[in-house]
């Protein structure tokens, strides 16, 4: 086959070309793509990553939004889930915030209490188990496919405590609410070593912190349940941990407008926060109030978390319009601190700690600020 001097040109021409365009792709190529090529040569074919193994940035959080610096310990707090009675639906922000926690990548979340729409007399059994499946379906399942540990506290709409003439009142909640906690128990990722009174109260050691969770459901704790209570605060588990953290529902004292009364907090709240500090309780963290206050009273941290789902409350003392929350918790051990970042949900802004009250008088006490 002959080449005319025209055809030579052109095939020298376009390898030239082709061999420039290879060199300039070899200089110019970023070395990131071709590492993660490699990597990526090395993996199996879709393969699952959980959170648990993926190395943790200093400042994790959703894209965005504002990241705090991560502590040594770092816990997702929510609280008050539900709609109105009997609802198997959540509202907007509630829907938007469960897959959005995996991404502050946090240690464990904790749920203060209210997650279905309970303490109705006219709900049936249908209806009850209704709202249970729903909780699993929008809450407790995204969580349970991270593999993310999971606490939580009975709230009054879950399963209420409340006692008369020598008998629950919502008997039937408290039966199917067991009932649900106890199929689901394993999915919580937690090493549950007191756990006879589960899902009412309970307690757990995770990474060196000490968690004791107690049926604050009602406003009075029984008294054999406070007897277990100091029992298992002065525990060597317990001691021996590096921080110790109680969870209950409803708080020791009132800090939100409409729930300033007597039945809206524990009964003999001085007392309790007694039997706390007498085992170094380093906080205490509740909800049912739908209004979130970082306080605290003498030695003790009261983290009163607001509602993520319907009825968020005014505070006491303050002007602030009320807000949906989530509240991130980073932990310094060796220090013994906490320090809050709590996000207005649906703006995803982070609150100004400064624009809360100072203090807060309530009908039992006075809550001071913390501004941590």
Not at 92 to 115: F, N, R, Y
Not at 148 to 172: L, R
Not at 246 to 263: D, E, I, Q, S, T
Not at 294 to 311: D, E, I, Q, R, V
Request: charged share 20%; with cysteine.
């Amino acid at each position: 086959m002959r080449f005319s001097r025209r055809d030579l040109l052109i095939f020298l021409g376009s390898a030239f070309g082709l061999g420039l365009a290879v060199i300039f792709r070899r200089i110019f190529q970023p070395s990131k793509t071709i590492n993660l090529e490699k990597t990526n040569s090395q993996l199996p074919e879709n393969p699952i990553i959980y959170p648990s193994e993926i190395p943790i940035p200093l400042t994790p959080a959703p894209p965005g939004i504002f990241a705090p610096k991560r502590g040594d310990i770092r816990l997702v707090i929510i609280s008050d889930l539900n709609s109105r009675y009997g609802s198997t639906t959540y509202q907007s922000q509630v829907e938007k915030t469960i897959p959005l926690i995996s991404e502050w990548q946090p240690d464990l979340v904790l749920c203060a209490g209210d997650m279905v729409a309970g303490q109705k007399l006219s709900l049936t059994e249908e209806n009850i188990q209704a709202m249970w499946n729903s909780f699993d379906r929008y809450i407790a399942k995204p969580l349970r496919q991270t593999k993310q540990p999971f606490a939580i506290t009975i709230g009054n709409h879950d399963a209420s405590g409340y006692i008369k003439s020598g008998k629950f009142i919502f008997a039937k909640e408290r039966r199917l609410a067991k009932n649900y906690w106890s199929k689901h128990q394993k999915d919580l990722n937690l090493e549950i070593f007191e756990g006879d009174g589960f899902p009412f109260y309970y307690s757990f050691l995770h990474k060196e912190i000490f968690y004791l969770i107690w049926d604050a459901s009602t406003f009075q704790i029984p008294t054999q349940q406070l007897k277990w209570v100091e029992k298992s605060l002065g525990s060597s588990q317990a001691q021996t941990a590096k921080m110790r953290i109680v969870m209950g529902h409803l708080p020791l004292y009132a800090v939100a407008v409409g729930r300033n009364k007597f039945g809206d907090v524990l009964t003999e709240a001085e007392e309790l926060q007694t039997i706390l500090e007498k085992y170094n309780v380093h906080l205490y963290i509740s909800g049912h109030h739908h209004a979130y206050f970082p306080g605290y009273k003498g030695n003790l941290k009261l983290l009163h978390t607001g509602a993520l789902g319907s009825g968020p409350r005014v505070l006491l003392n303050s002007n602030l319009p009320p807000i949906n929350t989530l509240t991130v918790v980073d932990i310094n051990l060796e220090q013994s601190k906490s320090f809050y970042t709590t996000y207005d949900m649906k703006s995803l802004t982070v609150i100004n700690p400064q624009e809360l009250p100072e203090k807060i008088t309530g009908f039992n006490s006075s809550v001071w600020r913390e501004l941590s």
